[in-house]
């Protein structure tokens, strides 16, 4: 308090105004992930080399990386990934791109709101894994059913935030829109669509992410190579090294996909405010 | 191209906003819409341009749209309605594209707007990027761009502080004087209405009916900040309004 408290040459007290306005701003500070993750690791590290750690209970980081690196030598980390990638890209391409067109005709048309909203809100709470075997049956044990299963994952997801997306255009464009007497179709590509994109990426990356999680399981039957039957072969034998391998690479693949949505997000979105 | 109001009354559910509204608008004068919040002039507004279906009545144009008009009735909004992915320029080709003005005829219109709204440095730049006042003169610029036989205002200045309000009003003004044009100008500001309209209608509160028509006959250019004239007519309009604004403030308070 004395810091503050000032008398003038008449005796009159001077306090300085006390700020209180700070916090509640959340600002941009990218070293201090990496700082977390860096220290989470180094501790894994420590723990089990000092015993702290028990070597059972946690593989140890320096192992973990030895094994990738054994497995980038051996070749295999490609024939395991590039599987993967193309079932994930295809699985969710498949997926998102008709969760898109059918989000986007639930926010234009009544009849299809009403619907098909109800049936979503049906299938979106299935667990897709669940519904693996009725896959194999419609769609053979090789590629299609594992297609069909990340791509009717990513579908729901999607659908629901497309449609909240274009629920919530700025209905006083669409008035515009009108008023200068432009097309239906001008309005839905040039007003509807460009408006919806913020939430329709930021759907993306809920349902991007749904797509790894049910690569893993797509790759739980009948798949000799993928990340997803890597991590499970290596969970039968308890290998907790190969299995971390596993898992990590999936994890950066989810940076990844989170990244080039980033991207995306500031090419096509730098209008926003 | 007139336009005539026949009779029109509009309900929303069971709330009558507007009963037996009578108004003739003739080619190349200004009238204003004054009257207290919530008395349905921005309703009536939307009613005029098409863009909602009046409940009994019906809004007559008197003779053709000159023929270069690309869309007849236009719209300047409150808040501008700019898309905010497109520039300046972007935002004006937008409503020529559909009636298929595109290259070096859409070229010319925009080059010639934008300078009569004194846009032209900032053709490229984003609405984010404008301040209130020069959004709302890309919106204006984005109406004459279609050369339209009436433009319809809704409180086209209320958004903005009041300087540049000032700053606009005498655009307005130049604009309409170097070219008049045919308005409706809805309004809750009768410093605007008197600077802006040749004639200017009182509404009551809602129901809104219309109370008295006022004209203004003195010329747009001569109408200066504090002219005793335009004082005495917005002191008119104040004793007109003021009973029912205060009936139809404290309306609100009771729903």
């Known amino acids: 308090m004395s ?13 300085k105004v006390v700020f209180r306005g700070g916090g509640f701003a959340p600002q941009s500070k990218r070293w201090v992930g990496a700082i977390v993750f860096i220290l989470v690791i180094a501790l894994m590290e420590v723990g089990t080399r000092t015993g702290f750690i028990n070597n059972l209970t946690l593989p140890r980081p320096s192992d973990v990386f030895k094994t990738f690196i054994d497995l980038w030598n051996t070749g295999l980390l490609w024939k395991h990934l590039l599987p993967s990638l193309s079932r994930l890209a295809i699985g969710a391409a498949i997926g998102a791109s008709f969760g898109v067109a059918v989000g986007v005709m639930i926010g234009l048309f009544s009849y299809v709101r009403a619907g098909l909203v109800p049936i979503v809100a049906a299938i979106f709470p299935i667990p897709k894994i669940a519904l693996l075997p009725l896959f194999v049956i419609w769609f053979g044990i090789d590629e299609p059913s594992k297609y069909a299963l990340i791509a009717f994952g990513t579908f729901t997801p999607t659908v629901v935030a497309t449609y909240g997306a274009v629920d919530n255009v700025d209905r006083s464009l669409i008035r515009m829109g009108q008023s200068f007497s432009l097309s239906w179709f001008s309005i839905v590509t040039k007003i509807v669509l460009p408006g919806a994109m913020p939430g329709i990426l930021s759907g ?13 399981a797509a790759e739980m039957l009948g798949a000799e190579y993928g990340i997803g039957a890597y991590i499970l072969e290596a969970g039968s034998l308890y290998d907790l090294e ?6 990590s690479i999936l994890s950066l693949m989810g940076v990844v996909i989170s990244a080039i949505i980033g991207y995306f997000e500031k090419r096509l979105l730098d209008w926003r405010v | 191209m007139d336009l005539r109001l026949d009779n ?33 002039k921005s309703t009536l507004l939307r009613l005029i341009g098409g863009l909602e279906r009046p409940g009994s009545g019906s809004v007559l144009q008197i003779g053709e749209p000159p023929a270069e008009s690309i869309n007849p009735l236009t719209y300047v909004f409150q808040d501008f309605a700019l898309l905010p992915w497109r520039t300046v320029e972007g935002n004006i080709s937008l409503v020529l594209e559909d009636h298929n003005i595109r290259g070096g005829r859409a070229e010319a219109i925009i ?66 004087t170097r070219e008049p044009f ?24 809602r129901p809104g009916c219309i109370r ?23 002191k008119y309009l104040w004793d007109l309004m003021r009973d029912e604004a205060i009936a139809a403030d404290q309306e609100l308070l009771r729903v």
């Open chain 1, 3 to 15: 810091d503050h408290l000032h008398v003038d040459a008449k005796g009159t007290q001077r306090n």
């Open chain 1, 204 to 216: 993306l990356r809920v349902s991007l992410a749904i797509a790894i999680i049910l690569l893993v």
């Open chain 1, 242 to 247: 190969r299995l971390f391998v596993g898992v």
């Open chain 2, 8 to 40: 029109i009354s509009h309900y929303y559910s069971d709330v009558e906003v507007l009963r037996a509204i009578d108004l003739d608008i003739p080619a190349g004068k200004i009238v204003c819409i004054i009257g207290p919040s919530g008395c349905g």
């Open chain 2, 111 to 176: 080059s010639d707007v934008l300078a009569r709204t004194k846009l032209t440095d900032f053709r490229k730049a984003l609405p984010k990027q404008l301040s209130g006042g020069m959004k709302q003169r890309v919106a204006i610029s984005r109406a004459l761009a279609v050369k339209p036989a009436v433009m319809l205002m809704d409180e086209p200045l209320s958004a903005l502080d009041s300087q540049t309000r000032e700053l606009l009003m005498d655009d307005l003004i130049d604009l309409w």
């Open chain 2, 182 to 205: 045919t308005s409706v100008y809805v309004t809750h500001n009768l410093s605007e209405a008197v600077r802006l309209g040749h004639s200017i209608v009182v509404l009551s509160r």
């Open chain 2, 212 to 234: 008295e028509i006022v004209d203004i006959p003195i010329p747009l250019a001569e109408r200066e900040m504090g002219n005793i004239e335009l004082e005495r007519k917005q």
